[in-house]
Nanobody
């Protein structure tokens, strides 16, 4: 599967962005999709995931209640709706796919497919 992330940009604190993860080569609801982010000088960290073959989701504590992950099967696309963005959310955001044992996974090395990152910058 190939994944392409888009939708990043510059937003003021308190604003919103929606990231998209377009999949090709496999239907989006047949694998687990995760969003990760990496801020300058920091390690890549888990943000959210939606389980393959179901609608189970989970979030990092730092984004729970502000971010929503979803999936549109007709468009073969996953989304990350980000509301009430804060400067600490500034990072490059990546979408990733976990093809086997399609439970939610929290570590980057559990995902085998990655899209290019999209930069999110939140100004104070």
């Amino acid at each position: 599967v190939q994944l392409q992330a888009s939708g990043g940009g510059l937003v003021q604190a308190g604003g919103s962005l929606r990231l998209s993860c377009q999949a090709s080569g496999r239907t989006i609801n047949s694998f687990t999709v995760g969003w990760f982010r990496q801020a300058p000088g920091k390690e890549r960290e888990f943000v959210a995931a939606i389980r393959g073959t179901s609608t189970d989701t989970d979030y990092a504590i730092s984004v729970k209640g502000r971010f929503t992950i979803s999936r549109d099967n007709a468009k073969n696309t996953a989304y990350l709706q980000m509301d009430n963005l804060q400067p600490e959310d500034t990072a490059v955001y990546y979408c990733a796919g976990k093809m086997y044992n399609v439970g939610i996974a929290y570590y980057a090395d559990q995902y085998g497919s990655w899209g290019r990152g999209t930069l999110v910058t939140v100004s104070s």
